[in-house]
T-cell receptor
Framework: DAKTTQPPSMDCAEGRAANLPCNHSTISGNEYVYWYRQIHSQGPQYIIHGLKNNETNEMASLIITEDRKSSTLILPHATLRDTAVYYCIVRPLGSARQLTFGSGTQLTVLP | ETGVTQSPTHLIKTRGQQVTLRCSSQSGHNTVSWYQQALGQGPQFIFQYYREEENGRGNFPPRFSGLQFPNYSSELNVNALELDDSALYLC???????????FGPGTRLTVT
């Protein structure tokens, strides 16, 4: 799986959009970008995934650059409950292989 | 709520002992994975079971072993516990080929 690079921490004001970047410059053509988050002392939670088109669901939006070497997870209206570690993971869709977690980004939503 | 449960929630063991952690997956999820998460780090893959057979393993020694049962439950067994085994142990389940894995809340193991 391609390696990902994320900033270790970010702050965001409550009610504002949180934009979490991820670099994956070695991504290959069949690899998708997945985002998971882990709220303190809980198991990771799936957020969204995408290949090359922008994706949106009820939790977030995923913007992938045209060259697919980076992406941004957007939480449109961050709440205090969005405070968590966010992991960007690159892997083939439906791969039988495991998720490879990096260190992630600690997002702190401030009141 | 992911429908994945783990027991116990917390556990304290002594170095050299053996421990069994349990996971109950959603009905129909035929693939279960176990992860170890040390404090301040991301989860690290231990192994994966598909239809009761191990079909993938991370960089963990043989004293980490597992079982998967037909009723969608599974176990992680760790023998000869070491202090470095202290961690949060997570199980995750999915259907074969699915893109989303559902994680349980984890078991916090402390080895003294």
């Amino acid at each position: 799986d391609a390696k990902t690079t994320q900033p270790p921490s970010m702050d965001c004001a409550e009610g504002r959009a949180a934009n979490l970047p991820c670099n994956h410059s070695t991504i290959s053509g069949n690899e998708y970008v997945y985002w998971y988050r882990q709220i303190h002392s809980q198991g990771p939670q799936y957020i969204i995934h995408g290949l090359k088109n922008n994706e949106t669901n009820e939790m977030a939006s995923l913007i992938i650059t045209e060259d697919r070497k980076s992406s941004t997870l957007i939480l449109p209206h961050a709440t205090l409950r969005d405070t968590a570690v966010y992991y960007c993971i690159v892997r083939p869709l439906g791969s039988a292989r495991q998720l490879t977690f990096g260190s992630g980004t600690q997002l702190t939503v401030l009141p | 709520e992911t429908g994945v449960t783990q027991s116990p929630t917390h556990l304290i063991k002594t170095r050299g002992q053996q421990v069994t952690l349990r996971c109950s997956s959603q009905s129909g999820h035929n693939t279960v994975s176990w992860y170890q998460q040390a404090l301040g780090q991301g989860p690290q893959f231990i192994f994966q079971y598909y239809r009761e057979e191990e079909n993938g393993r991370g960089n963990f020694p043989p004293r980490f072993s597992g079982l998967q049962f037909p009723n969608y439950s599974s176990e992680l067994n760790v023998n000869a516990l070491e202090l470095d085994d202290s961690a949060l142990y997570l199980c995750a389940s999915r259907t074969d080929g699915a893109y989303e894995q559902y994680f349980g809340p984890g078991t916090r193991l402390t080895v003294t």
